[in-house]
C-alpha cells in the first residue's frame, strides 16, 4: 500500500526529487493512463502548497483537449487547441508558465480563483496526447524551479503509462 509521505524541504530541487521518488513508487507496476493520472493529480494536490486545481486534459482529436482525472473544483471540459494556456501549450509543443494568467490572451477563466498556471505538455517520442496543469490563486505561484520540476513528474507519468 502506497502512502504519500510529507515533503518538508526548503530546497526546491530536493522537494521534486523526493516527490519524483514518491511518483514512481506510486506508479509502480501500473500502466493505466487514467489510474496513474487520477493518483499523480492527487498527489500533486495533497504535496504542493498553493494550488487550487491539478489535473490532466487529453487529446481525443487533433483540435481538442478533454478533460481528464484532476483534484479541484469543477473545471472546463473542452479546450480547443490553441485556446487558453493548455491549448497553446499543446500547439506550441512546449510548457507554458504564465505568472498571471488575467495577462494572457485567450485564458479561459475555468475557475476565476486562479491567479496563476503552470502547463505542461504530455509527449511521448514525437505524439503529444495531452497536458498537466497546475492552477494557482496565487500570482506568480510557479517558477523555473517549478517547472522542471513538474516536467520531470509529466516525464514519470508518460513513462509510466500506456498511451491512451
Avoid at 80 to 97: D, I, K, N, P, W
Wanted: hydrophobic share 45%; glycine share 8%; with cysteine.
Amino acid at each position: 500500500m502506497f502512502e504519500a509521505k510529507a515533503i518538508k524541504l526548503d530546497d526546491k530541487t530536493a522537494f521534486y526529487r523526493e516527490l519524483a521518488q514518491q511518483l514512481g513508487g506510486l506508479l509502480h507496476g501500473e500502466r493505466d493512463a487514467i489510474a496513474n493520472a487520477a493518483n499523480t493529480a492527487a498527489l500533486l494536490f495533497t504535496t504542493l502548497s498553493d494550488l487550487n486545481w491539478a489535473g490532466f486534459y487529453f487529446l481525443r482529436s487533433p483540435a481538442e483537449l478533454v478533460l481528464g482525472p484532476f483534484q479541484g473544483n469543477p473545471a472546463c471540459v473542452r479546450i480547443a487547441v490553441g485556446r487558453g494556456v493548455c491549448g497553446t501549450a499543446v500547439a506550441q509543443r512546449r510548457s507554458m508558465l504564465i505568472e498571471d494568467v488575467h495577462a494572457f490572451p485567450g485564458h479561459i477563466a475555468c475557475d476565476a480563483a486562479s491567479r496563476s498556471e503552470l502547463v505542461v505538455p504530455l509527449i511521448r517520442g514525437d505524439r503529444i496526447f495531452g497536458v498537466l496543469d497546475l492552477d494557482s490563486p496565487l500570482l506568480a505561484r510557479f517558477d523555473r524551479e517549478d517547472q522542471r520540476g513538474i516536467e520531470a513528474i509529466a516525464d514519470i507519468y508518460v513513462e509510466a503509462s500506456d498511451d491512451l
